[in-house]
């Protein structure tokens, strides 16, 4: 069954700490996301890699960052935490091609910034 | 540019009530188009999808289609469960750009009463 897991199901942060969100899957996937979800705006795209070592912008990309150093491990990193930054964040991956593969999530991690 | 818009929710049910969640979008060419589900405490998981016009996606009861005349996908059921309950997002995968990644719309939750 696959599967995509995320380190924490909630988290409460100070405001201007590092805080770091892990997510694995266990698919094989070349491409993974990071999505942010608020009520009435959906989910927004923050940033996604396509490979190890590469990653791209996505919609909403200033205060984070990312790594991927291993291929089944993306990492999402709010260098300074900010209140702004409460949300649900939700981790994805799919597979690449010209063919249109579904996205996989995981469960989501909702973080509180205090 | 692209972008996806659902109707508002929430929408308020009773059990085996006809369901119709409407979804517009805007986008160059031929978009593949999915509605993604997400139940409570839960990441998102796919529901249907269509990859052209006058495609029809079907599952778990549910059944979309893709309209390019009206770019619209409604999200249909015929008689709605309990177990229904859950916020649905219409998404869209643009025809250029690669990688897989998705636009979603909003999102309409969904309450279904006995």
């Known amino acids: 069954d696959v599967k995509v897991t995320q380190s924490s199901r909630y988290l409460v942060k100070r405001t201007g700490e590092k805080v770091f969100l892990e997510c694995v899957q266990d698919?094989?996937?070349?491409?993974m996301f990071w999505y942010r979800q608020d009520p009435g705006l959906g989910l927004r795209l923050i940033y996604f890699?396509?490979?190890?070592?590469?990653?791209e912008k996505g919609d909403i990309p200033e205060g984070y960052s990312v790594s991927r150093e291993k291929k089944e491990r993306f990492s999402l990193i709010l260098e300074s935490a900010s209140t702004n930054q409460t949300s649900m964040y939700l981790c994805?991956?799919?597979?690449?091609?010209?063919?249109?593969?579904?996205?996989?999530f995981g469960p989501g991690t909702r973080l509180t910034v205090t | 540019g692209n972008s996806v818009t659902q109707m508002e929710g929430p929408v308020t049910l009773s059990e085996e009530a006809f369901l119709t969640i409407n979804c517009t979008y805007t986008?160059?060419?031929?978009?593949?188009l999915f509605w993604y589900v997400q139940y409570p405490g839960e990441g998102l998981q796919l529901l249907l999808k269509?990859?052209?016009?006058?495609d029809k996606g079907s599952n778990k009861g549910f059944e979309a289609t893709y309209r390019k005349e009206t770019t619209s996908f409604h999200l249909e059921k015929g008689s709605v469960q309990v177990s229904d309950s859950a916020v649905y997002f219409c998404?869209?995968?643009?025809?250029?750009?690669?990688?897989?990644?998705?636009?979603f719309g909003a999102g309409t939750r969904l309450a279904v009463h006995p």
């Open positions: 998404a869209l995968r643009p025809l250029s750009g690669g990688y897989n990644k998705l636009i």
């Open positions: 994805a991956s799919s597979r690449t091609g010209k063919s249109t593969y579904e996205q996989y």
């Open positions: 698919m094989d996937h070349e491409n």
């Open positions: 890699s396509y490979d190890v070592k590469m990653k």
């Open positions: 269509a990859t052209k016009a006058d």
């Open positions: 986008a160059t060419g031929y978009p593949s």
